[in-house]
């Protein structure tokens, strides 16, 4: 599992002195209030930085970090992801996962037919679309609902489908 998990990323700054606007990746937009600490991933090193200030703008969050005091500061971050250590994570209901642990798991039917990988998960509104990669290259897309998803173990690497009921 990944020891850092990312919460969004940075696609803009805002005014003169160093904000950061962020396109968040997690389901409750509030949960930055509660962090102190982000990584910026500044090509492939984790830069660490206290959080100083919180806003929201629309579906965007507005950061403010200590040691981005200007816009040039945080200009060079624009596409840059935010990362969090994974025990400053959120807990998770039970039979919730983090979009990390569940990419690259092999997928399987039934009847313990290897599918193909999970390569993408996307929201749809109503619910999570799990994106299978098979050998072939071919995608098959499923809901992610109960009816189709049957289980789920991060342990073995496995997540087993009932195909009928998905496609």
């Excluded at 969004?8 to 950061?20: A, F, R, S, W």
């Excluded at 992801?81 to 994974?86: A, G, W």
């Amino acid at each position: 599992m990944q020891e850092y998990l990312e919460v969004g990323q940075i696609v803009n700054t805002h005014g003169l002195k160093g904000h950061l606007k962020v396109v968040p990746f997690t389901d409750d937009i509030n949960r930055f209030k509660s962090l102190k600490t982000v990584f910026i991933d500044f090509k492939n090193e984790l830069m660490e930085y206290k959080i100083q200030e919180v806003k929201f703008i629309k579906n965007l969050v507005r950061l403010k970090l200590e040691r981005l005091d200007n816009i040039n500061d945080a200009e060079k971050f624009k596409g840059c992801y935010l990362k969090i250590n994974r025990k400053d994570a959120k807990k998770l209901d039970e039979n919730t996962y983090f979009i990390a642990d569940l990419i690259g798991l092999d997928v399987y039917d039934l009847e313990n037919h290897k599918i193909g990988i999970l390569s993408d998960i996307f929201p749809t509104g109503s619910n999570d679309v799990y994106v299978v990669k098979q050998e072939d290259g071919k995608q098959v897309l499923l809901p992610a609902i109960s009816k189709v998803i049957k289980e789920i173990n991060i342990k073995q690497g496995k997540i087993v489908v009932d195909i009928s009921q998905g496609v």
